[in-house]
């Protein structure tokens, strides 16, 4: 496993990062909602303050062109204008009273009087041109239309004095109709440095504008009297608004402006003002802010390293012991006192360490046991293998014995049959010979019952052998007696033959009278010699049938050494069985006796055919049971030799579980 050096996610700076975000993210939040706040009561505080001042700014307006209006107002009411034609010195109180209206304000330029009739009557006096028509001026006019009301036309330049001007005209009437209309020129200057003066803050200024756009009022004075208002974004607003606040830039500089209508005069005031001046408060709680926020950081680090050190400890332990633990060394233990959940957890990993350390122990023992069962089993398998080879080659041979010792039972049987058959024609008392055998029981396909039929084949083959081993005998003895009883037959049929000779003799000397005694003689004697013909056969047929009976007594001599081999082998393999299949069976059951029907000889002759019959149907048996037998041992042999194949897998599967278990080092109890 590789362990990357300098990891951004390793459990220190989680813990810093961490701690620093539960410190600062409610900071910041907080930060944030104060600057918000701040900004939202700073703005709110502009605005008021700035309406506070537009509020200063109009009703300064109102009372200055009030000033004005006033003495206007009275001047309209007063019966001198009124009757200006009825008295050629109401002109010259006229005029007094014009230059006393002249002389309320120095920013008044002129006063004037335009009566309907024509007559213009100014001060200070100056002397208009010839085509100068007062009545088609807009101050004229408007005053006028609006009867009864002073007006105040839109701001121009003086032709005379080049200052921007405004004039406040009203009309004069006498029982409802226009006398005239009385007019001031009033300059704006003072006006404007009053109100231009104004500061707000420390960038704010007073700028005011009419309603269509002319700039009335502004501290630079190239933009007084010039519709660059119109060209700034808010204009659409506020033109269509009484009051309110915009946000805009202008000249590179973003800016914030309150504004109000007058009521006077239509115009429309505006406090303007950096917006950088606004937030200057709010820069300063950003200011604080952050430097709390880097001293909270620096504590935040601090603390978290502190923290961390003793958590990175106990890491550090735990990561130590893991890692060793990964690497197969189970005998360390980790020591951890820190009163809190990593004691808790170091305590149950040294748990865990010592049950997957006995659980390492228990199955290297279990390793080490199923390596030397195993072991065992391959040898064992190999073994009964060899075992099982020799039982075959012992089956077999017991198979290629029981099948000569079959033939040469029925050669005994032909023989005893071609001497039954002679002793029949010679003793008449022939009896036939019954074949009278029993079945074995057939022989199980399994291999542990084939063992037990090869047990119970072969127990039944060594008594049937031992039986027909005495048989033979028996017979032998018999036959020593038909030997003998065929030599007294012999003897007597010399004698016979002897007696027929004299006879023949005798019937010769008798002459005819002995020829029929000659005759029988003569029969006699043939029968003598056909009977001595018969003895020397049956002598010789009882030879042949001593030396088979002795090849057969050699013969189950072998087959009873072969047998008693076979069972030794087949002890062996039972025990090799019982050992692998933890004795679940006994590979050999208590051999049944064999019950044998056995019919006495009734004559010597039937007992040895009866005898050899008998031999004749177990030898061929016996014959048929050693080739299921070997037919079963080939199929336990094929069995044993899979069984050894996965006896070695499995020894290799436990060595290589062995050499895993190699790997974990486990402490030693």
Known sequence: MKHKKGNFWSMKNKLISSLMSICLIPLIIFSLITYFKSA???????????????????????????????????LSENSNFKDIYKDIN????????????????????????????????????????????????????????????????????????????????????????????????LSLDGLTESISSTVIG?????????KEGNMVIHKNKDYINTDIITKQSYWDEAKNKSEGIVKYTFEGQDKLAVYKDNDITGWKIFSGLNATEITKDTNAIIKVMGLIMLIVLVISIAVALFISKGILKNLNKLKEGFSKAAKGDLSTDIEINSKDEFEEIGEYFNYMINNISNLISNVKKSSNIALQTS?????????????????????????????RQAQNALNCVDNMEDLSNRLNNVSNSTMELSNTSDSTKNLSVDGIDMVKTLIEKSMRSKEASIQVGEIVIDVNENME?????????????????????????EAARAGEAGKGFAIVAEEIRKLADESSKSTEEIKKIIGEIKDKSNIAVNAIEDTKDIVEEQEVA??????????????VMNLIEKIKE?????????????????????????????????????????????SM????KCADELQNTVEELETEIGKFKIKQQ
Do not use: C
């Open 90 to 185: 109401n002109e010259t109180v006229v005029r007094s009273q014009l230059q006393k209206l002249e002389s309320l304000d120095k920013d008044i330029l002129g006063v004037y009087f335009g009566t309907e009739s024509g007559k213009f009557i100014n001060y200070p006096e100056q002397a208009m041109s010839s085509d100068y028509n007062h009545k088609i001026r807009p101050w004229y006019k408007s005053a006028v239309d609006k009867k009864g009301e002073v007006i105040i036309t839109d701001v121009y330049i003086d032709a005379t004095t080049g200052k921007l001007v405004v004039t406040l005209a009203k009309a004069v009437e006498n029982e409802g109709n226009v006398i005239g209309v009385i007019g001031a020129d």
């Open 375 to 403: 072991s065992q089993l391959a040898s064992m398998s190999e073994e009964t293998s060899a075992s099982l080879g020799e039982a075959s080659n012992a089956v077999n041979e017991i198979a290629q014995g029981g099948t």
């Open 202 to 210: 420390q960038t704010g200024y007073i700028y005011i504008a009419t």
């Open 40 to 74: 939202g009561i700073v703005e709110k505080n502009f605005k008021r303050s700035s309406q506070e001042i537009l509020n200063q700014v109009s009703s300064r307006l109102d009372n200055y062109f009030i000033a004005i209006k006033n003495p206007i107002n009275l």
């Open 481 to 505: 007696k038909i030997n003998k009883i065929s030599e007294t037959i012999a003897s007597i049929t010399e004698q016979t033959n002897l007696l027929s000779l004299n006879a023949s003799i």
């Open 641 to 644: 030799a899979e069984f050894t």
């Open 594 to 638: 064999i019950e044998e029907d056995t019919i006495d000889i009734s004559g010597r002759k039937d007992a040895v055919l009866t005898e050899i019959e008998e031999i004749s149907s177990i030898s061929e048996e016996t014959a048929s049971a050693s080739e299921e037998v070997s037919a079963a041992t080939q199929e336990i042999t094929g």
């Open 570 to 583: 087949v002890s062996k393999t039972e025990k090799i069985f019982n050992s692998i299949t933890n004795q």
